[in-house]
T-cell receptor, first 115, second 112 residues
Framework: GAVVSQHPSWVICKSGTSVKIECRSLDFQATTMFWYRQFPKQSLMLMATSNEGSKATYEQGVEKDKFLINHASLTLSTLTVTSAHPEDSSFYIC???????????FGPGTRLLVL | QKEVEQNSGPLSVPEGAIASLNCTYSDRGSQSFFWYRQYSGKSPELIMSIYSNGDKEDGRFTAQLNKASQYVSLLIRDSQPSDSATYLCAVGASGGSYIPTFGRGTSLIVHP
């Protein structure tokens, strides 16, 4: 099956710093990648959709200047949380879908804790 | 607004029983349907996909799709405590450019 990795799996940072999360499709070319956020005991919330080589499309209410998404290649997308604050602490999950796939495959997620 | 509805549960079943999880969707143009399982603290993992009306079986799992009634269900036979998780239903259009819509998930508890 298709494999998606995320790095790091855990990150703890001080308030005001920026954090970069990488999402990689290991055995397929991901033309579309999705970034989700999930707070404890809550449902997945789609933050943005990115297509390789173009700007990400952000969901309503998601600040694009705070959550920078780059999908520079067919196997890599990054999410940068700029000037992170404690309220940004959450579980960030990426997923990827290939050009000939109907299915999206999820990465293992990154748990962010902002102190 | 495309909506995918699931009963949040929890659905509690005894070990060995059949667990039935349901999902309804609002967009009649939906063509692809997925069930994901999410253990607490983990990311979702794909269980099954279904595209045509009827049943699709994979091991202990059976997905059922009825496009006319706009519902999709997941049956888990011989439920095990390890099946205890949140099950997410996702619905999308055909082609590679759609954004899937997820339900909020149903919590399943299988007790020994």
């Amino acid at each position: 099956g298709a494999v998606v990795s995320q790095h790091p799996s855990w990150v703890i940072c001080k308030s005001g710093t920026s954090v970069k999360i990488e999402c990689r499709s290991l055995d397929f070319q991901a033309t579309t990648m999705f970034w989700y956020r999930q707070f404890p005991k809550q449902s997945l919330m789609l933050m943005a959709t990115s297509n390789e080589g173009s700007k990400a499309t952000y969901e309503q209410g998601v600040e694009k200047d705070k959550f920078l998404i780059n999908h520079a290649s067919l196997t890599l997308s990054t999410l940068t949380v700029t000037s992170a604050h404690p309220e940004d602490s959450s579980f960030y999950i990426c997923s990827a879908r290939g050009v000939d796939q109907e299915t999206q495959y999820f990465g293992p997620g990154t748990r962010l804790l902002v102190l | 607004q495309k909506e995918v509805e699931q009963n949040s549960g929890p659905l509690s079943v005894p070990e060995g029983a059949i667990a039935s999880l349901n999902c309804t969707y609002s967009d009649r143009g939906s063509q692809s349907f997925f069930w994901y399982r999410q253990y607490s603290g983990k990311s979702p993992e794909l269980i099954m996909s279904i595209y045509s009306n009827g049943d699709k079986e994979d091991g202990r799992f059976t997905a059922q799709l009825n496009k006319a009634s706009q519902y999709v269900s997941l049956l888990i036979r011989d439920s095990q405590p390890s099946d205890s998780a949140t099950y997410l239903c996702a619905v999308g259009a055909s082609g590679g450019s759609y954004i899937p819509t997820f339900g909020r998930g149903t919590s399943l508890i299988v007790h020994p």
